[in-house]
């Protein structure tokens, strides 16, 4: 595995959420990983849902289990989870969560 890329997931850290058989449900731990990821999707020219979330938004862990569960009905899109507090700099732009 790359350098700094230990921490992108292909299975959920996240309490709650069962480990998803495909891999296309990646979370982002920091700004490299997210970068990493968005870079993959970009470069494979597959779509992608992202969720942009936050610990602390109980919104956000609400929708969390759902949005991992969609993951598994729609193995050929990419789905990523980013937390705007793990990820700031590439994150900055976005203003509420949950945002998609």
């Given amino acids: 595995m790359e350098k ?7 299975s959920s850290s996240k309490e709650g959420l069962p480990l998803t058989p495909h891999s296309n449900f990646k979370t982002a731990s920091t700004d ?3 970068a990493h990821i968005l870079f993959n999707i970009k470069s494979s020219k597959t779509s992608a849902v992202i969720n942009y979330g936050a610990s602390w ?3 956000c862990s609400e929708i969390l289990p ?17 937390d705007i507090d ?7 732009h976005i203003r509420y ?3 998609f």
């Fill in 86 to 92: 793990e990820c700031p700099e590439t994150t900055q």
């Fill in 32 to 34: 490299d990983d997210l």
């Fill in 66 to 82: 759902a949005f991992h569960r969609l993951s598994n009905n729609f193995p050929k899109l990419s789905f990523v989870y980013a």
């Fill in 97 to 99: 969560t949950p945002t």
């Fill in 57 to 59: 938004c109980r919104v």
């Fill in 4 to 10: 700094g890329l230990s921490s992108i997931t292909t």
